[in-house]
């Protein structure tokens, strides 16, 4: 059983900053990749952000360069600066523990709770 506890979300305005922050804990197997995916109301969950085990990074395209993703594996811990927030932002956002296949894809495979983000203009 794998444990994820979020925390970090909020309300902020437009232009401002927070840092997501998700432990893992419980049955977690080496190499995993970590990722963040957020789902606003009315829309699909899609993917924000992804880290492999190794550091390699990969970002939607609507938050490049605004946000951040990190780990620390002796924590297996992934945060999720994110700046220069914008209404758009808005949504609850996921954290994962999964796996990277080949061509790099991240397939999630354990989701935490969510933790909600609102972005006022």
């Known amino acids: 059983q794998v444990q994820l506890v979020e925390s970090g979300g909020g309300s902020v305005q437009a232009g401002g900053s927070l840092r997501l922050s998700c432990a893992a804990s419980?049955?977690?197997?080496?190499?995993?990749?970590m990722g963040w995916y957020r789902q606003a109301p009315g829309k699909q969950r899609e993917l924000v952000a992804c880290?492999?085990?190794?550091?390699?990074?990969n970002y939607a395209s609507s938050v490049k360069g605004r946000f951040t993703i990190s780990r620390d594996n002796g924590k297996n811990t992934v945060y999720l600066q994110m700046n220069g927030l914008e209404p758009e932002d808005t949504a609850v956002y996921y954290c994962?523990?999964?796996?990277?296949?080949?061509?790099?894809?991240?397939?999630?495979?354990?989701w935490g709770q969510g933790t909600q983000v609102t972005v006022s203009s």
């Open positions: 419980g049955s977690i197997f080496s190499g995993i990749a």
């Open positions: 994962n523990v999964g796996i990277m296949i080949s061509g790099g894809t991240y397939v999630p495979v354990h």
């Open positions: 880290i492999s085990n190794g550091g390699s990074t």
